[in-house]
């Protein structure tokens, strides 16, 4: 019964704080009824290239969603030559890292106001694509526990961007009566490659503790690919945020 309690005020304190704060929040403008991308002079040329240009987006969500795992994978990589004394320290060192570089990322290009498409796989999914294959190498080449912190750094900077710069990019492709199914396709992407990504990873950590960061490796790698085609196909610069 304690750990139960425990567990609750761990999980519902968070939301009831947070869904307090909202009851705050008060939006004076709405969305455009059209978004950069619709707003062609008559054209059906733009709303062409927002629709392959978002399903290019999902294609990439759910290759990132495939090389998204579960933090405690690096923990059990980091802490597992540790005593038992100090296990502990070093799994929080962990999460203190990775939540602190993912928030710093996200508010620092949240208020730069770029345009979403190239700062997403460029600083989104390729340094978390770096990370997973530098996680890799330092198990394959036995480097120091700090190695591990500096691996996983660099995927708390991709994370934080790809939460900035997905839902961005999202609402520049989606018309404002559409944005709640846009963000529900996007939610889904993901969803789906997270439950088969920790599926995998969780046998491959079984078989080799490097092997489900290469996999991740190239996971991210493919989802950085397809935006940067997308990226070179249809050019940033269509959007730009007002």
């Not at 519902?12 to 707003?39: D, E, K, M």
């Not at 340094?127 to 036995?142: E, N």
Request: hydrophobic share 50%; proline share 6%.
């Amino acid at each position: 019964m304690t750990i139960f309690a425990v567990e609750l005020s761990n999980s519902g304190a968070p939301l009831l704080i947070s869904t307090v704060l909202v009851l705050f929040v008060q939006r004076q403008t709405l969305y455009p009824a059209s978004t950069p991308l619709h707003s062609g002079a008559g054209s059906s040329a733009p709303i062409a290239r927002s629709h392959s240009l978002f399903l290019l987006l999902l294609v990439a969500a759910t290759l990132y969603g495939f090389s998204f795992y579960n933090l405690g994978y690096p923990i059990l990589t980091a802490t597992g030559s540790h005593p038992s004394t100090l296990a502990f320290a070093a799994g929080v060192g962990i999460y203190v890292v990775y939540l602190g570089i993912s928030a710093l990322s996200g508010y620092t290009l949240g208020v730069q106001r770029l345009s979403p498409l190239r700062p997403l796989w460029l600083l989104g999914y390729l340094p978390s694509a770096l990370g997973s294959a530098f996680m890799a190498l330092s198990v394959l080449l036995g480097m120091p526990e700090l190695a591990y912190y500096g691996a996983v750094a660099i995927l708390g900077l991709g994370m934080g961007a790809v939460e900035t710069f997905e839902p961005t990019l999202v609402s520049a492709l989606v018309k404002s009566n559409t944005l709640s199914r846009g963000m529900g396709f996007l939610s889904v992407s993901r969803s789906i490659g997270q439950l088969i990504s920790n599926l995998v990873m969780g046998f491959l950590f079984t078989v080799n503790p490097a092997s489900p960061y290469l996999y991740a490796f190239v996971a991210s790698l493919l989802a950085t690919v397809v935006l940067m085609g997308a990226d070179l196909h249809y050019g940033h610069k269509m959007l730009q945020i007002p």
